[in-house]
């Protein structure tokens, strides 16, 4: 049973656009939700993690926007670079627990 | 810091034949986790250490797998004996024990391919 459920599964955007990856949980005892980058090669990085007292985390181009009556966050990479051609993984967990759920990737291609 | 530190970084086996993965931990962390990532499965908690205890190993697949951590700075991951579908990369990460600080710090992974 997968816990956290992430969208697309692949994304293809054209430089300057805006990449939109979107994942739903069903825990409601979650109260950390990261986002990990990962490049080819290379192990996953956290790129930007939010929890539920907030609506929204903006760090430079990258936000996470929390919604949790719909049990919903996503992350928007905003003027989207080909550097940011990598594998996003969204992922949750509860109280002191580190031990994060993960979402299954979403592969993000940035045209130039 | 060097960060985390994995060895080695490609292997290539025979099935049957035993594979033993290592990893050097961030310097000071409190945690140490096993993941296994396919294509299929995504990224996939193996096992999970504290203070060099297995806490949670829920995730390892058979018995033809076991990790084990005799002191801060070094873990192993062991399948024996491999099989084809063991094939993965294979990621170690480690991070602080402060609840406020749930970063997980990953190694660069090794490639395990079981012909």
């Known amino acids: 049973q997968q816990q956290v459920k992430q969208s697309p599964q692949s994304l293809i955007v054209q430089k300057g656009g805006i990449s939109i990856i979107n994942c739903a949980y069903e825990?409601?005892?979650?109260?950390?939700f990261p986002w990990y980058q990962q490049f080819p090669g290379k192990g996953p990085a956290l790129l930007i993690a939010i929890r539920p007292d907030v609506s929204e985390k903006k760090e430079g181009r990258f936000t996470i926007s929390f919604n949790k009556s719909a049990k919903q966050f996503s992350l928007h990479i905003m003027d989207s670079q080909p550097g940011d051609s990598a594998t996003y993984f969204c992922a949750a967990s509860t109280g002191g627990n580190r031990k994060l759920i993960w979402g299954l990737g979403t592969s993000l291609a940035v045209n130039p | 810091d060097a960060g985390v530190i994995q060895s080695p970084r490609h292997e290539v086996t025979e099935m049957g034949q035993e594979v033993t993965l290592r990893c050097k931990p961030i310097s000071g962390h409190d945690y140490l986790f096993w993941y296994r990532q396919t294509m299929m499965r995504g990224l996939e908690l193996l096992i999970y250490f504290n203070n060099n205890v297995p806490i949670d190993d829920s995730g390892m697949p058979e018995d033809r797998f076991s990790a084990k951590m005799p002191n801060a700075s070094f873990s192993t991951l062991k399948i024996q004996p491999s099989e084809p579908r063991d094939s993965a990369v294979y990621f170690c990460?480690?991070?602080?024990?402060?609840?406020?600080?749930?970063?997980?710090?990953f190694g660069a992974g090794t490639r395990l391919s079981v012909l």
């Open positions: 825990n409601t005892a979650f109260d950390y």
């Open positions: 990460a480690s991070s602080l024990g402060a609840p406020a600080k749930n970063i997980q710090y």
